[in-house]
Structures are given as C-alpha cells and as structure tokens.
C-alpha cells in the first residue's frame, strides 16, 4: 500500500504533465498537426563545432533561453522530437505521439524553476545560482502492444534517463 507521501510526488507529477499539455493549447504552441521541433544536423554542428574528451558522441540539442544542453543518442535520430514551452522542454516520440495523439508518446520533460519554487519530492537533476531543474518521467505511457511503434518507444524510455543525465548547464557570455 502506497503512503500518502509516495502519492504525493507521483500527483505533482501527472498534475504537472497536464499542465505543461494545457499551456500548450493555451499559448499557441503547436498543435496535435503540427510538428515537433527536431534538432537539425546543420544547427547541431554549428551549435557544437567539435567534441570535447568529456562530451558524449551524439546528437546535441542546446536550448539558450532555457540554460541547457543535453545530448541523444544517434539512434534516435529521427525518432523524437522537442516541445520548447516556457519554462520547459518535452521530448516525445514522434511516431506514439502521431498514432496515438497529442498528449502521448511522451519521454520525459524538463522544468525549470526558480530556486524559491517548492520542488520537494521532484527529481531535481541540476541547479544554478537562480534555477533549478527537474525531470519528470511520463506515469502512462499511452501505448499498448497493439501500437506499431510501442517496441521502439518504450526501448526509448528506458533509454531516457541515461539521456537526462547528459544535462549541460550553459555558461552566460
């Protein structure tokens, strides 16, 4: 039996995976037609010109308004793609989330919040002198084995947190 304070995180978390969904519609951002962002080679080789001994090989995804860097696996390369909302990134598997819908197929995200923002019992995986970060990992998956792309996305989640810990701070100029 669950206690009431292992419910706690779990609830935090779907309530903020509804919400990052919600301001989605509310603000704009594209639509369950429109497309993910996906890094494109040209930005990813301008964005990193050359590896350093302690970056992973991969594909680079670096967000300046948001602080961070992180980088994929090459097979996933054409695979997922990135949500930008304000304060937060969504990376979701392209293929669920067309099969399935807008709202599924999700990987994980990552919130920012500000260091007085009550974050206790997230999974904070990096902090600055004015942020902190957290990952939240999806509660339902949205796919069953009947989904053609269910083997691929959920070789992709287990593969996520190794992902996640590629996080990169960005130094400001």
């Known amino acids: 039996m669950l206690r009431p304070k292992k419910i706690v995180p779990l609830a935090l978390g779907a309530a903020l995976c509804l919400l990052l969904c919600a301001s989605c519609e509310e603000n704009g951002s594209p639509a369950s037609d429109t ?3 996906s890094p494109s080679p040209a930005a990813e080789s301008a964005a990193a010109p050359s590896a350093t001994p302690d970056q992973e090989e ?15 696996p090459e097979s996933w390369d054409g695979k997922y793609g990135i949500l930008p909302l304000d304060d ?9 989330r067309e099969e399935v ?9 990552i919130v920012r919040y500000s260091l007085t923002d009550d ?3 997230m999974e904070v995986i990096a902090t600055t002198e004015d942020a902190q970060y957290v990952v939240i990992y999806p509660a339902d998956t949205g796919v069953t084995p009947t989904n053609a792309s269910a083997d691929e996305y959920l070789a992709m ?9 590629t996080i990169r701070l960005l130094v400001s100029p």
């Open 119 to 121: 974050v206790d019992g």
């Open 157 to 165: 989640l287990e593969e996520a947190p190794s992902v996640v810990g």
């Open 58 to 72: 991969g594909i680079l995804y670096e967000n300046a308004d948001l602080g961070f860097s992180l980088t994929f």
């Open 35 to 37: 497309p993910l962002a």
């Open 88 to 96: 937060s990134i969504e990376v979701n598997h392209t293929q669920t």
């Open 101 to 109: 819908g807008e709202g599924n197929g999700l990987l994980f995200a």
